[in-house]
């Protein structure tokens, strides 16, 4: 079955350190992957997305991520967080026909000043 | 600025009443998308569009109800027979070059008295 994993419900880093978000996918075929952000109260933005080509993937905000086929995961990445990156991160898998995304259960980050 | 517009941001109703939620996009997409939102859980599908005047279930369609005449406009009907309605509700698009790849709207909260 198709499924998208993130190991960790909560992250707390303190603002200027590095971040790592996990992501692991399940899923038949080639996919389409993908980070969205969420500020409370807010819609889902996208970050970043990876169709193919290079494994390593920049987004917007300064976030990276790389898709490593071995290990099906899709880690995000930041070397310096801010204390606006604080929200709820979702890792997403998609397919190339727009059928439905599915969405992972997401990680909430809390920053500290 | 193209965009999704969901309205209203905030709805309360008693039980036993139907609501709709409207969603609107000037994205030229063809695609769009209803998710259910509650803590903990992060996005559930409920019905998708893939063109005008049709739809399909998404995983937990029962309750709700949707139309598509027109290629702007995607509104969810929340029935009475939706037992657990309050939740945030958003709203996605996605156009044909970019699968997958989703523009979510500011979302609405309803609230059931």
């Known amino acids: 079955a198709q499924s998208v994993t993130q190991p960790d419900i909560h992250i707390t880093v303190s603002e200027g350190a590095s971040l790592e978000l996990r992501c692991n996918y399940s899923?038949?075929?080639?996919?389409?992957l993908f980070w969205y952000v969420q500020s409370p109260g807010q819609g889902l933005q996208l970050l970043l997305k990876y169709f193919s080509g290079d494994t390593l993937v920049q987004g917007i905000k300064g976030f990276e991520a790389e898709f490593k086929r071995s290990q099906s995961s899709f880690n995000l990445r930041k070397p310096s967080v801010h204390w606006s990156d604080a929200a709820e991160y979702f890792c997403?898998?998609?397919?190339?026909?727009?059928?439905?995304?599915?969405f992972g259960p997401g990680t909430s980050l809390s920053v500290i000043p | 600025d193209g965009g999704i517009t969901q309205s209203p941001k905030y709805l309360f109703r008693k039980e036993g009443q139907n609501v709709t939620l409207s969603c609107e996009q000037n994205l030229n997409h063809d695609a769009m998308y209803w998710y259910r939102q509650d803590p903990g859980q992060g996005l559930r599908l409920i019905y998708y569009?893939?063109?005008?005047?049709?739809?399909q279930k998404g995983d937990i369609a029962e309750g709700y109800s949707v139309s598509r005449e027109k290629k702007e406009s995607f509104p969810l009907t929340v029935t009475s027979a939706q037992k657990n309605p309050t939740a945030f509700y958003l709203c996605?698009?996605?156009?044909?070059?970019?699968?997958?790849?989703?523009?979510f709207g500011e979302g609405s909260r309803l609230t059931v008295l």
């Open positions: 569009s893939q063109i005008v005047n049709d739809f």
């Open positions: 899923y038949g075929a080639t996919p389409y």
């Open positions: 997403a898998v998609g397919a190339t026909s727009y059928d439905k995304v599915i």
């Open positions: 996605a698009s996605s156009g044909r070059v970019t699968a997958g790849e989703l523009f």
